[in-house]
């Protein structure tokens, strides 16, 4: 418990503090958190869902908070262009875990649609917020969970009313920018309508090289014949530790796509717990990530098919190197009386280096019978047959390495629905293949 | 045998349910019950063993009190309560004058279908027959000894090859390995004994068969069998208990060390009684089976049949030490009426250029939870490791579960893992094929059945083979709907 005590004394002493930068919604939930979170602590090894990521070892070092809320004096817009090309997005900046509010590109939003802090669309969407606000989120489930919804300060609300369409994709992109070490408490709320349709791509990104500890609990509800498209990417750096829990919620014939790209980071765990609340919906998890030196990245899916009817497909894909730890868990549930469920689920691995080190554990959990569910997962090498054939066609031996390579990894990002996202990814990949990290040509962040 | 025939058979074993519940009524010397030191040495003390091996007993018993049961399993395991059980039962205490053996025993094995008289017996399988907590007899020990082949009960080992006993026992799986493991090295009676000399391939298949009797009595058989270096042999295992209300514990080892070019064959089929269609009483199993394939090329192959147990805990595994080693793993489990089975195996891979390969075929219905639970991990240095897993589950009825947890932790870039698993139910198109073409329902069910698991079936030796297949029928009856 000592890693846990350290924020256990911090709310004891600052709670007070802490409640008064925030707001109602975000305090009511917030003593419950306090107490679940001294119930169950961090989760440890021993935790089967966290036994590849030794949490308490990530918290245990003394970070700073920002408690006070004090603004931190950045101008992201000109800053930093961390754009996709041929992609035309509403930008916005989290810096830390505060939603920059100044210069919001409001006026390409159709009607209706929010973005905006949760401090600023309480006053207009408190009902919703009331409502959604950590609600998927059970904090007496996760000890992790339980943390953020304790520190959690403020966060960003999505708001997509019933029938819109947004046809240009929501960026958002969050900078970790401090000159100590620095603990963020990210929180994102979302909320699809009937019939509504978004895409999101939430990029990480952090500009000092400081040690950065980011804790991030996304909620999404996707209501009834909505759809719901959100990417993932990270691009951070070795000292930057990174523990995200997303939580979406699908009612009746709704579409959720999930991707999740770790191109460069130091420590991530992500935990997706996607639950199916209406028949005739699908979703498609994929996971991508690339890993060398001392990286590590933990992938954790639960895709609860509580109703029949349900389509679920995940795929993950993991290049490691050097010294990187990768590990992947992914539980199918489908309960009793789920009937016509089609589960689907691969995860494939390759490890170029001896000492690097591949956990995976695919899981099915089923307690109805009309079903089909099958699971796989590989760990490997490159085929041996394909590179001699390269290297007999005059193609250099790192050349045909690389090429098999971003064949290998080019399958999970084909998957996603965005086509400049997908080309982007492309040209990410291949740099990072080519170890030229994090060069963008445009960027602050990168140089 | 025809087709028709067969079935005729299958439909008559199907009627008597569980045909193996009657008891024996014979003079069983059974201990008081409950646990503590005293009785550990009591039981040392019956079998009259030697100094060092009633210290491991102590110190097992002494760990396992600071043990815990884990609680992980995919089971609604019920409390046990370790001070009910008598730990010792004996039913050749008390023997009628000039009879080698209790005549009711030698009925009871009969009925069986395990004939103690060698000459009865099916030529080509050795017996080892255990009841309760001793061995009744071991058969063919005589043609087996010329080869230089000792096959015994491990409490007669202990007496005549103590060095043998004392070099390998507990070596496999350490008296700390888990809870009921050190359950068992505390209070273990007889179970089976053998070794196989270098050079030997084993005549005919060794075979141990475990039945429990006496009421309120647990079995904590112990198996140890050592393959020296270019032997061969296949070894066979069934069991069955009585019906009754309460369960009964069952928590043995079974500890194989393979030696260089030797190749060992384990297969168990299981028919402990699973307690009645409402749950009711039935053998708890929680078993601990592993082999150590310590020489170069060795080889070994677990096939398991798992009909019966009310909860089936267990994972044979293989510890693939020795260069070049390869390992199998075949499982067929079947779950019905309240069964739960967690169920797989464990392949460690350590030596160089190891294989190994695991079919694991799970077959629920009724209202039981079949789980598939298995780890493949490849150390640093096994370089060229090879792993293929397949695991498939059917689901017969609506109120059924089936589980996959593979786990598999590679650490070398060398290795090629590979798992796949599907779950899903019969067909109906195959069902429908064969409605068609005048096959009743339960009938193209037991085919379908039949036929999934016959990667698994196929393993076993012939004799067993055809029992399995019918035990497969039996379990499943009823199950249509």
Redesign the interface.
């Given at each position: 418990m000592q890693s846990e005590q350290q924020y256990i004394d911090l709310y004891n002493e600052a709670q007070g503090m802490i409640k008064q930068h925030s707001y109602d919604v975000l305090n009511k939930v917030r003593d419950k958190a306090f107490e679940d979170f001294k119930a169950q602590g961090f989760p440890t090894k021993k935790t089967?869902r966290y036994k590849y990521t030794d949490i308490p070892k990530l918290f245990a070092p003394d970070y700073g908070l920002n408690l006070q809320r004090l603004e931190i004096p950045v101008s992201p817009y000109q800053s930093f262009k961390c754009d996709v090309p041929n992609l035309s997005t509403s930008l916005y900046f989290v810096v830390n875990d505060q939603f920059y509010t100044k210069q919001l590109p409001k006026a390409q939003l159709p009607e209706g649609v929010v973005v905006d802090s949760l401090s600023n669309a309480i006053q207009t969407h408190s009902e919703v917020i009331a409502n959604h606000y950590a609600k998927l989120a059970d904090t007496s489930k996760d000890g992790l969970t339980a943390f953020n919804t304790m520190l959690a300060q403020d966060g960003v609300f999505i708001y997509v009313p019933k029938g819109v369409k947004i046809d240009r994709t929501i960026q958002i992109v969050n900078i970790l920018r401090s000159d100590v070490d620095l603990m963020v408490n990210r929180r994102v709320l979302i909320v699809v309508e009937e019939g509504a349709e978004v895409s999101m791509l939430f990029c990480d990104d952090s500009a000092d090289d400081r040690n950065f500890l980011a804790t991030q609990v996304i909620e999404a509800y996707v209501a009834d014949n909505a759809k719901l498209e959100l990417n993932c990417l990270e691009e951070t750096h070795l000292k930057n530790v990174r523990i995200s829990n997303v939580y979406i919620e699908q009612q009746r014939n709704s579409r959720v796509s999930h991707n999740v790209i770790t191109l460069h980071n130091g420590t991530t765990r992500n935990t997706l717990d996607l639950v199916f609340r209406g028949e005739g919906s699908e979703c498609f998890c994929n996971g991508c990530v690339i890993a060398d030196r001392h990286q590590h990245i933990d992938n954790n899916t639960i895709i609860n098919h509580a109703v029949g009817n349900c389509v679920s497909n995940q795929l993950y894909k993991y290049v490691l190197d050097d010294h990187a730890v990768g590990a992947f868990a992914g539980l199918i549930y489908v309960a009793?009386?789920a009937?016509k469920t089609l589960s689907h689920e691969v995860n494939q691995?390759l490890?170029?280096?001896?000492?690097?080190?591949?956990?995976?554990?695919?899981?099915?959990?089923?307690?109805?019978?009309?079903?089909?569910?099958?699971?796989?997962?590989?760990?490997?090498?490159l085929n041996d047959a394909a590179l001699f054939y390269m290297q007999q066609r005059g193609i250099d031996k790192r050349e045909a390495q690389l090429l098999l390579e971003f064949a290998f990894v080019n399958e999970v990002i084909d998957k996603m629905e965005l086509v400049p996202l997908r080309d982007r990814l492309h040209h990410l990949v291949e740099k990072r293949f080519r170890g030229e990290l994090d060069k963008c040509s445009c960027c602050k962040l990168c140089h | 045998m025809s087709e028709n025939n067969n079935n005729e058979y299958v439909r008559k074993v199907a009627e008597q349910k569980y045909e193996f519940g009657f008891t024996t009524d014979v003079h069983t010397d059974i201990i008081p019950k409950g646990l503590n030191e005293d009785v550990v040495r009591l039981i040392s003390q019956k079998k009259g063993e030697p100094e060092w091996l009633l210290d491991f007993r102590l110190k097992a018993f002494r760990h396992w009190q600071t043990m815990e049961m884990p609680k992980?399993p995919?089971l609604n395991l019920p409390e046990i309560d370790y001070q009910a059980i008598s730990y010792y039962a004996d039913p050749l205490a008390k023997k009628p004058k000039n009879k080698e053996i209790d005549p009711e025993l030698e009925k009871t094995f009969d009925k069986l279908g395990i004939p103690l008289e060698e000459r009865l017996a099916l030529s080509g399988v050795a017996v080892d027959a255990i009841m309760d907590s001793v061995s009744v007899k071991t058969t063919f020990k005589k043609q087996l000894a010329e080869k230089g082949i000792i096959f015994c009960s491990i409490g007669e080992a202990v007496k005549e090859h103590p060095e043998l006993v004392r070099q390998y026992l507990g070596t496999v799986v350490p008296y700390k390995d888990n809870f009921t493991a050190a359950l068992n090295s505390a209070v273990f009676s007889d179970g089976s004994f053998v070794y196989i000399p270098k050079g030997v391939r084993c005549p005919m298949e060794l075979s141990s068969y475990f039945r429990i009797n006496a009421i309120n009595t647990g079995q904590f058989e112990r198996t140890l069998i050592i393959a020296d270096d270019d032997s061969y042999v296949s070894y066979l295992e069934g069991c069955t208990a009585p019906m009754r209300d309460e369960n009964q514990l069952h928590a043995a080892i079974v500890e194989i060390v393979v030696l260089a070019n030797a190749e060992v064959k384990y297969s168990t089929v299981q028919n402990w009684y699973p307690g009645d269609e409402n749950g009711k009483g039935g053998v708890l199993n929680l078993v601990t089976k592993r082999g150590d394939l310590r020489g170069v090329n060795s080889k070994l192959s677990w096939t398991q049949v798992e009909t019966g147990s009310a909860i089936t805990w267990k994972y044979p595994s293989c510890i693939l030490r020795g260069d070049n080693s390869q390992a199998e793993f075949y499982s067929v489990a079947v779950t019905n009426n309240y069964q739960e089975a967690d169920t797989g195996t464990k392949m460690i891979h350590l030596g160089k250029n190891t294989k190994s390969t695991i079919i694991s075929k799970g077959i629920s219905a009724g209202k039981s939870q079949n789980s598939y639970r298995g780890l493949v991990r490849v150390a640093?240095n096994a370089d060229n490791a090879r792993n293929y897993s397949s695991c498939d589950?059917l689901?017969?009825?609506?109120?059924?579960?089936?589980?996959?947890?593979?786990?598999?932790?590679?650490?070398?870039?060398?290795?090629?893992?590979?798992?796949?698993?599907?779950?899903?139910?019969i067909s109906e198109d195959q069902l429908f094929y064969c409605n068609q073409r005048g096959i009743p329902m339960e009938d193209a069910i037991g085919l379908i059945v039949n036929g999934y698991a016959k990667d698994v079936l196929n393993k076993l030796p012939m004799e067993f083979a055809v029992e399995a297949q019918k035990l497969l029928s039996v379990t499943l009856e009823g199950t249509v709907g």
């Amino acid at each position: 418990m000592q890693s846990e005590q350290q924020y256990i004394d911090l709310y004891n002493e600052a709670q007070g503090m802490i409640k008064q930068h925030s707001y109602d919604v975000l305090n009511k939930v917030r003593d419950k958190a306090f107490e679940d979170f001294k119930a169950q602590g961090f989760p440890t090894k021993k935790t089967e869902r966290y036994k590849y990521t030794d949490i308490p070892k990530l918290f245990a070092p003394d970070y700073g908070l920002n408690l006070q809320r004090l603004e931190i004096p950045v101008s992201p817009y000109q800053s930093f262009k961390c754009d996709v090309p041929n992609l035309s997005t509403s930008l916005y900046f989290v810096v830390n875990d505060q939603f920059y509010t100044k210069q919001l590109p409001k006026a390409q939003l159709p009607e209706g649609v929010v973005v905006d802090s949760l401090s600023n669309a309480i006053q207009t969407h408190s009902e919703v917020i009331a409502n959604h606000y950590a609600k998927l989120a059970d904090t007496s489930k996760d000890g992790l969970t339980a943390f953020n919804t304790m520190l959690a300060q403020d966060g960003v609300f999505i708001y997509v009313p019933k029938g819109v369409k947004i046809d240009r994709t929501i960026q958002i992109v969050n900078i970790l920018r401090s000159d100590v070490d620095l603990m963020v408490n990210r929180r994102v709320l979302i909320v699809v309508e009937e019939g509504a349709e978004v895409s999101m791509l939430f990029c990480d990104d952090s500009a000092d090289d400081r040690n950065f500890l980011a804790t991030q609990v996304i909620e999404a509800y996707v209501a009834d014949n909505a759809k719901l498209e959100l990417n993932c990417l990270e691009e951070t750096h070795l000292k930057n530790v990174r523990i995200s829990n997303v939580y979406i919620e699908q009612q009746r014939n709704s579409r959720v796509s999930h991707n999740v790209i770790t191109l460069h980071n130091g420590t991530t765990r992500n935990t997706l717990d996607l639950v199916f609340r209406g028949e005739g919906s699908e979703c498609f998890c994929n996971g991508c990530v690339i890993a060398d030196r001392h990286q590590h990245i933990d992938n954790n899916t639960i895709i609860n098919h509580a109703v029949g009817n349900c389509v679920s497909n995940q795929l993950y894909k993991y290049v490691l190197d050097d010294h990187a730890v990768g590990a992947f868990a992914g539980l199918i549930y489908v309960a009793k009386d789920a009937q016509k469920t089609l589960s689907h689920e691969v995860n494939q691995n390759l490890c170029a280096a001896s000492t690097a080190h591949m956990y995976t554990q695919p899981m099915l959990e089923i307690y109805a019978d009309d079903v089909q569910c099958d699971h796989g997962s590989t760990v490997g090498q490159l085929n041996d047959a394909a590179l001699f054939y390269m290297q007999q066609r005059g193609i250099d031996k790192r050349e045909a390495q690389l090429l098999l390579e971003f064949a290998f990894v080019n399958e999970v990002i084909d998957k996603m629905e965005l086509v400049p996202l997908r080309d982007r990814l492309h040209h990410l990949v291949e740099k990072r293949f080519r170890g030229e990290l994090d060069k963008c040509s445009c960027c602050k962040l990168c140089h | 045998m025809s087709e028709n025939n067969n079935n005729e058979y299958v439909r008559k074993v199907a009627e008597q349910k569980y045909e193996f519940g009657f008891t024996t009524d014979v003079h069983t010397d059974i201990i008081p019950k409950g646990l503590n030191e005293d009785v550990v040495r009591l039981i040392s003390q019956k079998k009259g063993e030697p100094e060092w091996l009633l210290d491991f007993r102590l110190k097992a018993f002494r760990h396992w009190q600071t043990m815990e049961m884990p609680k992980w399993p995919h089971l609604n395991l019920p409390e046990i309560d370790y001070q009910a059980i008598s730990y010792y039962a004996d039913p050749l205490a008390k023997k009628p004058k000039n009879k080698e053996i209790d005549p009711e025993l030698e009925k009871t094995f009969d009925k069986l279908g395990i004939p103690l008289e060698e000459r009865l017996a099916l030529s080509g399988v050795a017996v080892d027959a255990i009841m309760d907590s001793v061995s009744v007899k071991t058969t063919f020990k005589k043609q087996l000894a010329e080869k230089g082949i000792i096959f015994c009960s491990i409490g007669e080992a202990v007496k005549e090859h103590p060095e043998l006993v004392r070099q390998y026992l507990g070596t496999v799986v350490p008296y700390k390995d888990n809870f009921t493991a050190a359950l068992n090295s505390a209070v273990f009676s007889d179970g089976s004994f053998v070794y196989i000399p270098k050079g030997v391939r084993c005549p005919m298949e060794l075979s141990s068969y475990f039945r429990i009797n006496a009421i309120n009595t647990g079995q904590f058989e112990r198996t140890l069998i050592i393959a020296d270096d270019d032997s061969y042999v296949s070894y066979l295992e069934g069991c069955t208990a009585p019906m009754r209300d309460e369960n009964q514990l069952h928590a043995a080892i079974v500890e194989i060390v393979v030696l260089a070019n030797a190749e060992v064959k384990y297969s168990t089929v299981q028919n402990w009684y699973p307690g009645d269609e409402n749950g009711k009483g039935g053998v708890l199993n929680l078993v601990t089976k592993r082999g150590d394939l310590r020489g170069v090329n060795s080889k070994l192959s677990w096939t398991q049949v798992e009909t019966g147990s009310a909860i089936t805990w267990k994972y044979p595994s293989c510890i693939l030490r020795g260069d070049n080693s390869q390992a199998e793993f075949y499982s067929v489990a079947v779950t019905n009426n309240y069964q739960e089975a967690d169920t797989g195996t464990k392949m460690i891979h350590l030596g160089k250029n190891t294989k190994s390969t695991i079919i694991s075929k799970g077959i629920s219905a009724g209202k039981s939870q079949n789980s598939y639970r298995g780890l493949v991990r490849v150390a640093p240095n096994a370089d060229n490791a090879r792993n293929y897993s397949s695991c498939d589950s059917l689901l017969l009825g609506s109120t059924c579960g089936a589980h996959t947890f593979p786990y598999m932790d590679v650490h070398n870039d060398s290795a090629i893992v590979e798992h796949e698993a599907t779950t899903s139910k019969i067909s109906e198109d195959q069902l429908f094929y064969c409605n068609q073409r005048g096959i009743p329902m339960e009938d193209a069910i037991g085919l379908i059945v039949n036929g999934y698991a016959k990667d698994v079936l196929n393993k076993l030796p012939m004799e067993f083979a055809v029992e399995a297949q019918k035990l497969l029928s039996v379990t499943l009856e009823g199950t249509v709907g």
